[in-house]
C-alpha cells in the first residue's frame, strides 16, 4: 500500500487522523498585505516620538521617500519592485513562450564580447598558437557549459533565484557568504565589459576610454532596473544585430586569416602551464554563468522537465559562445604574425582588435565597432540584475529595500572600480576572473552532490523539512520515496528553522579553498602544485576534487543530528 501510495505522487502519513494534503498538495495562498503591515516590515522601525535627533529624522526620512517612490514606479508596471521571493506557479508563464525568450537571452548573454574577451588571451597572453588555443579554449568552455547547465535546472522547480536555492545547501547564515562571492564575480565581469567599451570608441575615433565606460554602465542601468519580462524581451532583441556584427566581422577580416598558423611560439614558452592557464580561464567563462542561471527560468511552469531546461541552457551557451570564441582566436592568432593589428591591440587593446578586424570598411567598419557595444550592454544587464538579488539575501532588512535600489548601487560599484581599472584590461581578465571559476566548482559538486545522493536517496533524513514524512519502518519509507518527484521544500525557502544549518556544505567549501590556495597560479600566488606543473592553474579542479570528498560523509552526519 505505501509504494502504491508513494507511486502515484501521494505523501504517507503515520496517522490516519491526519489531514492527507501536505506542503506539496495545499492550494496557493494569496497573501494581502496593507499599508500598515508595510511600515512594521519597512528596513527602519517607524518614526516615534523620541526621534527628534536630525540624523534618524534624516535617515528615517530617506527610507520613507524610497519606500513611496519605490510604490510609485511600481504602479507603473515597467520597474520590478519585487525582490528574492519565490515565484507561485500561478504567477509564471506558459512554455513556449518562456522558452523563445530564454533561447534569445542565450544567445545574447553568451555570443557576445565578453566571452569573446578572454578567448583573445590564448595567443596574446599565454603565446599559444591557433591548435593549442582551440582545443584549451573549447574543450574548457564546454566543461563550463555543463555545469552552468545543470545548475539551471533548479530554476523552474523552485521559482526562486540561484542564491536563493543555495539556501538549502548553505543554509540560512553561511549562504550569505556566498551570494557576497557571486556579487564580485558578476561585478568583475561588469567591469571588464566596461572597459572593453572604453576602448571599443577609443579605437575608432579620440573618444577617452572613460567615455565609453560611462555610455555602457548608464545604458546597462536603464534596462536592469525593470523587470525579468523586460530583460528577457530586451536581450532577445539585442541578439540580433549583436550576431550579425560578428558575421561581418568574419567576413571582413577574412583577407589576412591566412596568416593564422603563421605564428610558432618561442622555445622559452611554458606550454604546459600557459596551456592549462588558458583552459581554467576559458572554463570561467561559461561556468560562472551557474551562480545565475536558475534566474531566467523562475518563470517557467514548474513542472517543466529537467532534461529540457538543462539542454537548452547547454547548447545556448555551447553554441553562441563557441560562434564568438572561434572568430577570437582567429583575429588573435592573426595579430600574432600581423604587426599593424598587433600595435593596435597593444594601444587600444580589444577595441583596438575589433577595429582592426574591420578597418578596411572604413566609416560602415566604424559603425559596427558602436553596434557591438549592445553585446557589453546586454551583458551588464543581466550582471546588474542579478547581483542586485545577492545584495537582498546578504540580510533580511536589505531584502526590505526595492531591488532596483541595489541595481543603482551596484552599478555605481562597478563604475568606480572600471574607471580606476581602465589600463589594466589583461590583468583583470586573466588574473581576477579565473577565481570566479573556483568557487562555482565548489558549489556545483557540492549541488550535484545533494541531488543525486541526499535528496535522491536518503530523503527521510530530512525531517525538518518534511515532518509529515515519518513512519517507523525506515526501508519501506526509503521504498516508497524513491517515487517521489518533488524532493524540496520550496515553501520553506525563508524559514530558518527549516532550512538546513550548511555545516557541511561550509565545511566542505573550506576545505576546497585550501585546495585553492596549493594550486592556483596567479601573479599574487602560485601554489606548490602549480608549480610542479610549469605554473598551470589547476585549482577549480582540485577544489572541486576535494569539496566533493568531504561533502557526503560530513552532510549525512548532519542530517542524522539535525534533520535538515
Not at 545548475?151 to 542564491?163: D, F
Not at 536555492?165 to 557576497?180: H, M, Q, S
Not at 550582471?383 to 526595492?402: D, G
Amino acid at each position: 500500500m505505501i509504494g502504491n501510495s508513494f507511486a502515484n505522487g501521494e505523501n504517507y502519513v503515520s496517522s490516519s487522523n491526519t489531514n492527507k494534503s501536505d506542503i506539496f498538495n495545499e492550494p496557493e495562498k494569496k497573501i494581502i498585505v496593507y499599508e500598515s503591515q508595510i511600515a512594521e516590515d519597512s528596513p527602519i522601525p517607524p518614526a516615534t516620538s523620541t526621534d527628534n535627533t536630525k540624523h534618524h529624522s534624516a535617515f528615517y526620512s530617506f527610507w520613507r521617500f524610497i519606500a513611496n517612490f519605490s510604490q510609485k514606479i511600481d504602479s507603473l508596471g515597467m520597474i520590478e519592485s519585487t525582490g528574492i521571493e519565490r515565484i507561485p506557479s500561478y504567477q509564471r508563464g506558459t512554455k513556449k513562450t518562456q522558452f523563445l525568450h530564454v533561447l534569445g537571452f542565450w544567445i545574447s548573454a553568451s555570443g557576445g564580447l565578453s566571452s569573446m574577451s578572454s578567448f583573445f588571451l590564448g595567443p596574446l597572453l599565454f603565446g599559444l598558437t591557433f591548435k593549442q588555443s582551440v582545443v584549451s579554449g573549447w574543450i574548457s568552455m564546454m566543461i563550463g557549459c555543463l555545469i552552468a547547465a545543470y545548475c539551471s535546472i533548479m530554476g523552474p522547480q523552485s521559482g526562486c533565484r540561484q542564491m536563493v536555492t543555495a539556501r538549502y545547501l548553505f543554509g540560512w547564515y553561511f549562504v550569505k557568504f556566498v551570494a557576497l562571492v557571486s556579487i564580485i564575480g558578476v561585478l568583475g565581469w561588469s567591469v571588464v565589459n566596461c572597459v572593453v567599451g572604453g576602448e571599443m570608441l577609443a579605437s575608432i575615433g579620440n573618444v577617452p576610454i572613460w567615455v565609453g565606460i560611462v555610455i555602457v554602465t548608464c545604458v546597462s542601468i536603464v534596462v536592469a532596473i525593470c523587470g525579468i519580462k523586460q530583460v528577457l524581451r530586451v536581450e532577445m532583441y539585442l541578439s540580433i544585430p549583436v550576431m550579425t556584427v560578428f558575421t561581418l566581422l568574419f567576413i571582413s577580416g577574412s583577407d589576412k586569416f591566412h596568416l593564422i598558423n603563421e605564428y610558432k611560439p618561442t622555445s622559452d614558452t611554458s606550454i604546459k602551464g600557459n596551456w592549462l592557464c588558458f583552459f581554467s580561464l576559458c572554463y570561467s567563462i561559461t561556468s560562472t554563468w551557474g551562480s545565475i542561471t536558475s534566474d531566467y527560468y523562475i518563470l517557467f511552469p514548474e513542472d517543466t522537465p529537467k532534461i529540457h531546461v538543462f539542454l537548452l541552457t547547454f547548447f545556448g551557451l555551447l553554441i553562441p559562445t563557441t560562434y564568438v570564441g572561434l572568430l577570437a582566436l582567429c583575429l588573435a592568432s592573426t595579430a600574432m604574425s600581423y604587426e599593424p593589428w598587433l600595435n593596435s591591440y597593444n594601444e587600444y587593446g580589444m577595441g583596438g582588435m575589433l577595429w582592426s578586424g574591420f578597418q578596411r570598411w572604413n566609416g560602415f567598419g566604424k559603425f559596427c565597432v558602436v553596434v557591438l557595444l549592445l553585446s557589453l550592454i546586454s551583458n551588464n544587464i543581466i550582471n546588474t540584475y542579478s547581483a542586485a538579488f545577492s545584495v537582498q539575501l546578504s540580510s533580511v532588512r536589505l531584502a526590505k529595500i526595492p531591488r532596483w535600489f541595489w541595481a543603482f548601487v551596484v552599478t555605481a560599484i562597478y563604475l568606480i572600480c572600471a574607471l580606476v581599472g581602465r589600463n589594466h584590461f589583461s590583468d583583470i581578465l586573466s588574473n581576477f576572473l579565473p577565481m570566479i571559476g573556483y568557487w562555482i566548482s565548489m558549489y556545483f559538486i557540492l549541488l550535484f552532490e545533494e541531488n543525486v545522493i541526499f535528496r535522491k536517496h536518503f530523503l527521510y533524513l530530512y525531517t525538518r523539512e518534511f515532518p509529515n514524512l515519518t513512519t517507523s519502518n525506515t526501508s519501506q519509507l526509503k521504498q516508497a520515496l524513491k517515487y517521489r518527484k518533488v524532493r524540496y521544500n520550496w515553501e520553506a525557502w525563508e524559514d530558518d528553522k527549516v532550512l538546513t544549518r550548511g555545516l557541511a556544505a561550509t565545511f566542505a567549501f573550506i576545505c576546497g579553498i585550501g585546495g585553492v590556495a596549493i594550486s592556483m597560479s596567479q601573479t599574487y600566488w602560485i601554489g606548490p602544485v602549480a608549480v610542479k606543473l610549469d605554473n598551470g592553474d589547476i585549482a577549480m579542479w582540485l577544489s572541486m576534487g576535494i569539496s566533493g570528498l568531504v561533502y557526503p560523509p560530513c552532510r549525512y552526519l548532519e542530517l542524522k543530528k539535525f534533520g535538515r
